[in-house]
Each structure stands twice: as C-alpha cells, then as structure tokens.
C-alpha cells in the first residue's frame, strides 16, 4: 500500500548548518507530496508541497523537489536557524485524495 | 477565517469516562479527519469523512465513534476511556480531490490525559 518513510531522528545541529531530511515514498500513481512542520506545544502547518514529478516546494527557505526516479521528497534548507528546531513530517495525498500518509516525523534541534 | 479549530485544548479524563471531543472549520471543506500523535508514531488516522453523511475508518478506529451531521462539524467520542487513549488529537480538514489544493489544515489539538 502507499507509505512514507522518512529519516529517523533526532537530529541536532548548529546554527547555519546545512539541513537535509530524507522522505521517501511507496504510491501506485501520482500522488501529491507535502512537508510538515510542527513547532513544540502547536498544531502541524503546512511547510511546502508538490503535486507533480520535478516540481520544487519552496518555503522560509527550505526546498524539496518531488522525484519521481528515485520516489523521493527529501527537505533541505542552506543555513538554519534556532527558530527552525521543531518536528517535521513527510506526507502524500493519493490520486483519490481520500487518503492522507505521513512518516513517522524528524525532531530537528537547532543549537547556537 | 478562524480555520480549524478544537476543543478543549486539555482534558484529563478518569478510566471508563466518556467525552466528546469538537472540532470545527469554516472553510466549507468536505473532508475533514481525526489523528491521535504519539512519542515514536507519528501521526495515526482514527476516522474521516468525505462529506456530511459519510464517515469511514482510518487506521486506529477502534474506542471511537464520529458523526457528520453539517460540513462543519466533526466531532470524536470516546466512550469508555482507557490510558490507552492518552494522547494528543488533532483534527484537521481540506477540500477532496487532487491537486494543488488537496493540502489539509490542522487544528491546535486537544492533549487527553486518562488516568
């Protein structure tokens, strides 16, 4: 069945590393991608998305480009910031968009 | 808009109470679902439903009920609590289809505690 898979955390890092988060994914047709964050004691928002192969989800400067080649959606971001630490999720919508899939979520710490 | 939005916030139940947990949106999406998150498993569909009428069962159904009687409204009852309940819920709704829009839109989830 349709699935996601994405790194397990925790992942800690210091300011203005480079961030790189791993999400793949199983799904029978052309599913929609979308990267979640969840900041500590919140609900989860939508951080960026993809609805189709090669697109590129940009958002407060992460990326994630949706490859179809290799199934994957992986999130990077340049140089990050403190205010960046929170709980991220890799997701898909099916072609029926009755189904909704998430990984299992990275926490992200983010050290001055 | 006020989005989607959960009630309460916080709850502490005693084992074989029963309560009902709320959830609303004005967006007049027709697809609205409830997750329960816990430490090390993501996030968990309990039910959804399609539209006013229609509900189906996600992944972890079992200790639950929901009705849809309006498109705003879709309420989680527990009916007999068990710690095995403990956990944070949320609700979370989007319009159907595919597509650019078919993102869904989380409320700021309710943290049961069942003792």
């Known amino acids: 069945g349709d699935s996601v898979t994405q790194m397990e955390g925790p992942v800690t890092l210091s300011e203005e590393a480079f961030l790189t988060i791993n999400c793949t994914y199983t799904?029978?047709?052309?599913?929609?991608l979308f990267w979640y964050v969840q900041y500590p004691g919140e609900g989860l928002q939508l951080l960026l998305k993809?609805?189709?192969?090669?697109d590129k989800g940009s958002n407060k400067g992460f990326e994630a480009t949706y490859r179809k080649e290799t199934t994957s959606f992986h999130l990077e971001k340049g140089s990050v910031q403190v205010s960046d630490s929170a709980v991220y999720f890799c997701?898909?919508?099916?072609?029926?968009?009755?189904?909704?899939?998430f990984g299992t979520g990275t926490s992200l710490t983010v050290i001055p | 808009n006020a989005g989607v939005t959960q009630t309460p916030k916080f709850q502490v139940l005693k084992t074989g109470q029963s309560m009902t947990l709320q959830c609303a949106q004005d967006?007049?999406?027709?697809?609205m679902s409830w997750y329960r998150q816990d430490p090390g498993m993501g996030l968990r569909l309990i039910h959804y439903?399609?539209?006013?009428?229609?509900?189906d069962q996600g992944e972890v159904p079992n200790g639950y009920n929901v009705s849809r009687s309006t498109t705003e409204d879709f309420p989680l009852r527990l009916l007999s609590a068990a710690p095995s309940q403990t956990s944070v819920y949320f609700c979370?709704?989007?319009?159907?289809?595919?597509?650019?829009?078919?993102?869904?839109?989380f409320g700021p989830g309710t943290r049961l505690t069942v003792l």
């Open positions: 979370a709704s989007r319009q159907t289809g595919t597509g650019p829009y078919n993102e869904q839109f």
């Open positions: 799904a029978t047709g052309y599913p929609s």
């Open positions: 993809a609805t189709k192969a090669d």
């Open positions: 997701a898909l919508s099916t072609n029926t968009g009755n189904q909704f899939y």
């Open positions: 967006m007049n999406h027709e697809y």
């Open positions: 439903s399609v539209g006013a009428g229609i509900t």
